[in-house]
């Protein structure tokens, strides 16, 4: 009974933990914002390139899709692309609701549909995510060298402390390395290091597993083609506000490396912290604060609406094709 009662408690937490975080966040973005002028500046954008943006993130999903079918394909199934689609889909439209949610979400309902092991579709999840992650790594790595000059005068201009560029700060950032590296080499056979070092093992171990791959070229094709599609899923949407399109793609990059990065923080599709991340972003290319505000709003609002009508559609599609032995095969 008390474990029955824990797991409810941890799963409500789970739900209601992340949606409060946004909230907040929300609530500290917008308390002194004069919304009669946010309506009139998000009333200005042009809603046709706003609608133009919607197609790369559809297209950006559908290749993700098929780059986890080449993962899923050396276990020795084969699963139907069209399941796949729509299983990516409603990932995103379940994240909304459920945050992280719709990962485990998408390997029940396809292992579901397609009788292949939940375990082994998870192993994918974690190499898929793995890519991303490091795509990411290599967005802001990307930014932050196309932007060094104006980050470096948005550091200097806020003069925030314990931020230099000093011999000082390099100084710590060696010495922080290097006890980490102390820890983890004398403190070995403490369970939580060596628990920390098996999670990075696996992951190592997960990564080669693409060597198996008869597709890798592919795969890392449809890698880049996801983010690339996902960058101007973003960036087209700056030609919307005519405060924004001056801004060129360097600043458009850093921003989309910002505000990918705060997807990271667990929340409801992003609610809250994807907003903060992307009016902070702006506010080192100088663009005003009520501005940057409408453009993050407008965009979140429009762009997730894309996203749980496109992800609804996967659902129910998916859920029809229990029952529907002529199903489409993509």
Not at 221 to 231: D, E, H, N, S, V
Request: net charge positive.
């Amino acid at each position: 009974m008390f474990d029955k009662l824990k797991t409810y408690v941890i799963k409500f937490l789970k739900i209601t933990i992340p949606l409060c975080l946004g909230i907040f966040i929300l609530y500290i973005l917008y308390k002194e914002t004069n919304f009669n002028e946010l309506w009139v500046t998000i009333q200005a954008a042009d809603w046709v390139i706003l609608f133009l943006s919607l197609p790369f993130c559809l297209a950006a999903n559908i290749i993700r899709a098929l780059r986890w079918r080449l993962l899923i394909l050396p276990l020795g199934y084969h699963p139907k692309r069209s399941s796949l689609i729509y299983a990516v889909l409603g990932n995103y439209a379940v994240n909304f609701a459920i945050p992280r949610g719709g990962e485990i979400w998408r390997c029940t309902a396809v292992s579901a549909k397609e009788k292949i092991s939940l375990s082994k579709l998870i192993g994918t999840l974690v190499v898929d995510r793995i890519f991303d992650m490091l795509m990411v790594a290599l967005v802001i790595l990307l930014a932050f060298l196309l932007n060094v000059k104006a980050f470096s005068e948005y550091v200097h201009t806020i003069n925030l402390p314990g931020i230099s560029l000093s011999a000082s700060f390099y100084t710590i950032l060696c010495v922080t390395v290097a006890v980490v590296i102390f820890v983890f080499v004398r403190f070995r056979e403490n369970k939580y290091i060596k628990k920390t070092r098996d999670f990075f093992a696996n992951l190592w171990k997960d990564m080669l597993s693409i060597k198996k791959m008869d597709a890798k070229r592919r795969f890392l094709i449809y890698t880049f083609a996801i983010w690339i599609l996902y960058f101007f899923y973003f960036y087209i949407t700056f030609y919307a506000f005519d405060f924004m399109s001056h801004l060129g793609i360097s600043a458009g990059l850093f921003v989309f490396a910002i505000s990918s990065l705060s997807m990271g923080i667990p929340s409801n599709g992003g609610l809250g912290p994807w907003q903060a991340a992307t009016i902070f972003g702006l506010s080192i290319f100088a663009v005003a604060n009520d501005k940057a505000t409408a453009f993050a709003t407008t965009v979140f609002a429009f762009q997730s609406i894309g996203i749980v009508l496109t992800g609804l559609w996967g659902i129910l599609m998916l859920s029809m094709y229990k029952n529907n032995k002529n199903h489409i095969k993509l």
